[in-house]
Structure formats: C-alpha cells, structure tokens
C-alpha cells in the first residue's frame, strides 16, 4: 500500500505524517495488501480563525474496483484522521467482502469452450 498525503494551509510535520500512515495501516489491518494506493489531502479551511475547519479527504484505490472517498472535518486535525482512518478502513472491508461475495456466487465457467 503506497500512502501519498498532501496539504493546503499547512506544512506537514514528521508527528503527522507518522501518526496518519499508523492510523491508516491500522485501520486497513489485513486488508492493507489489498489495498493498492491511498491519497491523503489534509487542509486548514480557516487557518489561524480556528473552527471546525480541519478537514481529511482520503481517496483509497482498490485494483479493479472503483475508488472509495471518504471526507471528515473536525476542529482538530488529529481528530478528523482517526474518523476518517476509522470510516476508511470500514468502507474497504466492506468492498472486499463484496468482492468476495460476487466471485463466490459467481457460477463456473466451462474453460473448455
């Protein structure tokens, strides 16, 4: 899993680059082999004005599958991650089960033909 994060207002820290790539490959757990890339863009709407202005957008590639967006906006940084992480981490569970669901049920196919 390749974790690519950017931001908009801010300059990224070493503290918040770790604690965002912890948070997400805790949150993908197992599934974190399945996933292929995932595109953090962290922002500061408001900047100095304070508010409920941090926002976390993450855009997680599954191979073969459609992309799955997830955004979370808090009034603390760390805070929107680990929403965010923890949504994240949901919504890729959830697809693979899906995944897996369809090629389960899925009926052979006569290879011979």
Do not use: H
Not at 13 to 22: C, K, S, V
Not at 49 to 72: H, N
């Amino acid at each position: 899993m390749k974790i690519n994060i950017q931001t908009r207002g801010f300059t990224l820290t070493d503290a918040l680059r770790t604690q965002t790539e912890r948070r997400l490959r805790f949150a993908f757990g197992g599934l974190g082999a399945r996933v292929g890339r995932v595109g953090v863009r962290l922002t500061d709407e408001n900047g100095p004005r304070g508010g409920v202005d941090k926002r976390c957008a993450l855009r997680i590639s599954l191979p073969g599958q459609q992309a799955i967006v997830i955004e979370q906006q808090e009034s603390n940084l760390y805070v929107a991650i680990d929403a965010a992480a923890e949504r994240a981490g949901r919504a890729v569970s959830r697809q693979v089960g899906r995944q897996q669901a369809l090629r389960r049920d899925a009926p052979w196919q006569d290879l011979s033909q």
